[in-house]
């Protein structure tokens, strides 16, 4: 069975940093892209990182460029997004996602349950 | 990136069909086959129903059904059932190696 499991959500004030882990079992963690996807309250679901199956590519929303960086280890089947300068429009649910394929296609079959993320004061 | 265009609501009565449309650009619907279709349930984690345009995962039923025409997307759901009723957020690769969603249409089964 195909399980993602997140951890890391936490209240936070503007300005501070947080980091979000994401750990995979049940299906061989290298070859997919995976990808970071958020719900900020009464919102649409709006992708917010990708990084590719071989880990040499990451991808960015502008909305979080410069400020949030995505990695994986694939010795320990976990995906991770730090987040740096975070804002108080930063706050939402986040999900960690499996690609279908080796690159971000958008093909999101499996995710995490979600964790919370506050941003505030 | 902008998000794609959906509309906000739509609904339907038990049996009926519906169809909710996802309008992009030809960097991102238009140009890849891409797209895909996610249904959520409030609390829960979105659940993909559609990759490639019109595949359906394992388990997903067949009532469930994708085209695409230009830079316009549609998801048909056919035999509405009282469990259909929930969000639906379409999704696509962009020109800019990135993932774009729609804002997301909530469907009212009434």
């Known amino acids: 069975e195909v399980r993602l499991v997140q951890s890391g959500g936490a209240l936070v004030q503007p300005g501070g940093s947080l980091r979000l882990s994401c750990v995979g079992s049940?299906?061989?963690?290298?070859?997919?892209?995976m990808s970071w996807v958020r719900q900020a309250p009464g919102k649409g679901l709006e992708w917010v990182s990708g990084?590719?199956?071989?880990?040499?590519?990451?991808y960015y929303a502008e909305s979080v460029k410069g400020r949030f960086t995505i990695s994986r280890d694939r010795s320990k089947n976990t995906l991770y997004l730090q987040m740096n300068s975070l804002r108080a429009d930063d706050t939402a649910i986040y999900y960690c996602?499996?690609?279908?394929?080796?690159?971000?296609?958008?093909?999101?079959?499996?995710w995490g349950q979600g964790t919370r993320v506050t941003v505030s004061s | 990136q902008s998000a794609l265009t959906q509309p906000a609501s739509v609904s339907g009565s038990p049996g009926q069909s519906i169809t909710i449309s996802c309008t992009g650009t030809?960097?991102?619907?238009?140009?890849?086959?891409?797209v895909s279709w996610y249904q959520h349930h409030p609390d829960k984690a979105p659940k993909l129903i559609l990759s490639?345009?019109?595949n359906r995962p394992a388990g997903i039923s067949s009532r469930f059904s994708g085209s695409k025409s230009g830079d316009t997307a549609s998801l048909i759901i056919s035999g509405l059932q009282v469990e259909d009723e929930a969000d639906y957020y379409c999704?696509?690769?962009?020109?800019?190696?990135?993932?774009?969603f729609g804002g997301g249409t909530r469907l009212t089964v009434l």
């Open positions: 049940g299906f061989t963690f290298g070859p997919h892209g």
């Open positions: 990084v590719s199956g071989g880990g040499d590519s990451t």
């Open positions: 030809s960097r991102d619907v238009g140009g890849y086959d891409y």
């Open positions: 999704s696509s690769y962009t020109d800019f190696s990135t993932v774009v």
């Open positions: 996602a499996k690609d279908d394929y080796t690159a971000i296609t958008a093909t999101l079959r499996y």
């Open positions: 490639d345009v019109n």
